[in-house]
């Protein structure tokens, strides 16, 4: 029914196989929004940014710190391998990326000449990185996990130190978010704990692209469905 009403249906939800099946049976062209495995419209955005502010991607390595297994960090990984982009996830043994999903973008990223590497160690795993990038801690349906997950992921904050540790604070260096950011004392969740994947120092510096980020959203989801539509009605 929906495939008769609309032209193209932007899918933003819960289950990866929901939108797979959306996609199948709807006659019309089916965005992944966002679901609890992927994330790649985000993805679009973040590229355009990198590439607005250095000029280029290649050569870029991309630093994600978090949860390393989350949707965001998932179509990160697999963005950078299609993007030529050299990526990095320094996440806790616990929420390392799911094995299959590790493999596929390391396969994509072979043959276009770029890297994937994990770290535990977050010190370790930014040096040399051009881009740090984090998500919020606990993920869609995990709400009960909170305590567990800040206790945990504490030590992958992203700050003005983790940030040095790159090297590169007097050069080609920014910071990202797909936001919101828990990032200062003015949410329920920080009232008491104070920011969390990120400080309001890094989040607020002149390193923070953050909201030509969140522009970028509208861009490229825009140049999204002009391609699909164009090319199904083979304008």
Not at 91 to 96: E, G, H, I, Q, V
Request: proline share 3%; with cysteine.
């Amino acid at each position: 029914m929906l495939g008769r009403i609309y032209d193209g249906i932007l899918f933003r939800g819960f289950k990866q196989e929901t939108v797979e099946e959306l996609a199948t049976w709807s006659g019309v062209p089916v965005w992944n929004g966002l679901t609890d495995a992927y994330h790649p419209t985000q993805i679009f955005a973040d590229l355009l940014t990198v590439k607005e502010t250095f000029g280029t991607l290649e050569g870029v390595t991309v630093a994600y710190v978090g949860d390393g297994r989350n949707n965001v960090a998932n179509s990160l990984m697999m963005g950078c391998a299609k993007a030529k982009v050299n990526y990095v996830c320094c996440t806790p043994k616990a929420l390392w990326p799911d094995p299959d999903v590790l493999a596929e973008a390391e396969a994509v990223a072979a043959k276009n000449g770029s890297t994937i590497k994990v770290f535990e160690d977050p010190k370790e795993g930014v040096k040399g990185a051009n881009v740090l990038y984090t998500d919020v801690w606990v993920s869609m349906g995990e709400e009960d996990k909170t305590a567990e997950r800040i206790k945990m992921l504490r030590p992958y904050q992203i700050n003005m130190e983790l940030m040095a540790a790159t090297g590169n604070l007097d050069g080609k260096l920014m910071f990202l978010h797909c936001l919101p950011a828990f990032h200062d004392f003015n949410t329920d969740v920080t009232k008491e704990s104070g920011a969390l994947e990120v400080t309001d120092e890094v989040f607020e510096s002149k390193y923070s692209k953050v909201f030509d980020e969140s522009e970028n959203r509208m861009h490229t989801i825009k140049a999204l469905f002009v391609s699909a539509l164009c090319d199904r009605k083979n304008i």
